[in-house]
T-cell receptor, first 116, second 111 residues
Framework: DVKVTQSSRYLVKRTGEKVFLECVQD?????MFWYRQDPGLGLRLIYFSYDVKMKEKGDIPEGYSVSREKKERFSLILESASTNQTSMYLC???????????????FGPGTRLTVL | RKEVEQDPGPFNVPEGATVAFNCTYSNSASQSFFWYRQDCRKEPKLLMS???SGNEDGRFTAQLNRASQYISLLIRDSKLSDSATYLC????????????FGGGTRLMVKP
């Protein structure tokens, strides 16, 4: 069974704080993704990575950065949290390679982040 | 215009009913289509892929209409456990694993 874990289920931070969200997958997947999910807007892709140290911007990368130092771990960083980044953050992984076919994405349980 | 559009619902149906959801997509070059299911406060999970010829998995049938750029999901004999949000997912630019999600359609099956 594929397992994607996220470091926290719930997180409360203050405006201006630096926030780290961690995601780990245990299936040796090539691709990893960070989404945010908001009511009425669905899931929106923030960043993705198809290899260690590789990253690509998704649809809404502003205010975020990512790090992938190891294949199994993909971190999302909010450099200076703002209230409009209050959201549900979902990490996903898929087998890959990125190009050539479309694989099922397996999601973690999500982190509900509140920025006060 | 959103790239993938769904009626958010909710669709309230009695147990045993048949219910259908549609989803429209904007990019005619899209190649791959999926339905994901998301339970309340849980992560999305793949329900089924949608093939050009249509496909069936038990009580669930998915259809693709390329000419009109929509996909559908039909659920027969609804169960209480079918209550969830159903996400329409499209591989918009056909560049491997990039997926675009619709906003979801919420289904509530009542006894």
């Amino acid at each position: 069974d594929v397992k994607v874990t996220q470091s926290s289920r719930y997180l409360v931070k203050r405006t201006g704080e630096k926030v780290f969200l961690e995601c780990v997958q245990d299936m040796d997947h090539e691709n990893m993704f960070w989404y945010r999910q908001d009511p009425g807007l669905g899931l929106r892709l923030i960043y993705f990575s198809y290899d260690v140290k590789m990253k690509e911007k998704g649809d809404i990368p502003e205010g975020y950065s990512v790090s992938r130092e190891k294949k199994e771990r993909f971190s999302l960083i909010l450099e200076s949290a703002s209230t409009n980044q209050t959201s549900m953050y979902l990490c996903a992984s898929s087998p890959g390679p990125l190009r050539g076919r479309v694989d099922t994405q397996y999601f973690g349980p999500g982190t509900r982040l509140t920025v006060l | 215009r959103k790239e993938v559009e769904q009626d958010p619902g909710p669709f309230n149906v009695p147990e045993g009913a048949t219910v259908a959801f549609n989803c429209t997509y904007s990019n005619s070059a899209s190649q791959s289509f999926f339905w994901y299911r998301q339970d309340c406060r849980k992560e999305p999970k793949l329900l089924m892929s949608v093939y050009s010829s249509g496909n069936e998995d038990g009580r669930f049938t998915a259809q693709l209409n390329r000419a009109s750029q929509y996909i559908s999901l039909l659920i027969r004999d609804s169960k209480l456990s079918d209550s969830a949000t159903y996400l329409c997912v499209v591989n918009i630019n056909n560049a491997g694993n990039m997926l675009t999600f619709g906003g979801g359609t919420r289904l509530m099956v009542k006894p």
